[in-house]
């Protein structure tokens, strides 16, 4: 695990990582009935051991939007040695919003924000095009025509940015720290540094 959130409420919010069976990743290059790894957001409330709220993953994101360059890879190494299946998704990173969560995929090379009140996907930022996707305006690496490369540790700030490691991962470019604003009305995240 990457991260453990502990809530103002007493609760504990925790990723869990199960084995999904029966996925076809014949699209991605991998075999059409297959386990992933899938990774279950799940809200705990420790005095009674139970989960108040969970948000799966593969219910939500599909298999598809694992960024091409990590396809290789995933097949090549084959089912995870925890015992899970392919790691298509490969979280890293969970943030408490005050509405929900932003959870940070290395595989799919995006950041989504996710609304705990209707486990909608507010918003991505980076990765495949989804209509929940940000126009990102202002970064130099988008504007050239790349992209996030395994990015880490994305935050929510006080003053509502959003921050996080671009590790640029065998995209021939060196690793960055970046910063956005997010507008949810106008779709965009503008690099503030």
């Known amino acids: 695990p990457h991260d453990v959130l ?16 029966g996925v076809d990743l014949t699209a991605i290059g991998g075999p059409a009935d297959a386990s992933v790894c ?14 108040v709220w969970t948000w799966d993953t593969a219910d939500h994101i599909p298999v598809t939007e694992m960024d091409p360059q990590w396809f290789p890879s995933m097949i090549a ?5 925890a015992g899970c299946g392919y790691e298509v998704y490969h979280w890293n990173a969970i943030e408490p919003t005050g509405t929900g969560f932003i959870v940070s995929f290395r595989h799919l090379d ?7 009140a209707t ?8 990765g495949s095009t989804r209509p ?8 130099p690496v988008f504007t050239d025509g ?38 949810p009305v106008a779709r965009t995240a503008t690099l503030v540094d």
């Open 6 to 21: 502990l809530l103002p409420n007493g609760h504990l919010v925790l990723v869990t990582i199960q084995a999904r069976a």
């Open 38 to 51: 899938d990774h279950v957001i799940q809200e705990i409330d420790p005095r009674s051991a139970t989960a």
């Open 77 to 81: 190494e084959g089912p995870s040695a």
């Open 110 to 116: 995006a950041i989504y924000a996710i609304d705990r």
């Open 119 to 126: 486990g909608a996907v507010s918003w991505k930022l980076g």
């Open 132 to 139: 929940e996707s940000l126009r990102i305006l202002g970064d």
């Open 146 to 183: 790349s992209h996030f490369g395994g990015q880490h540790d994305s935050r929510l700030e006080p003053d509502g940015t959003v921050t996080l490691f671009d590790d640029g991962t065998d995209l021939g470019r060196a690793p960055r720290a970046v910063r956005y604003a997010i507008d």
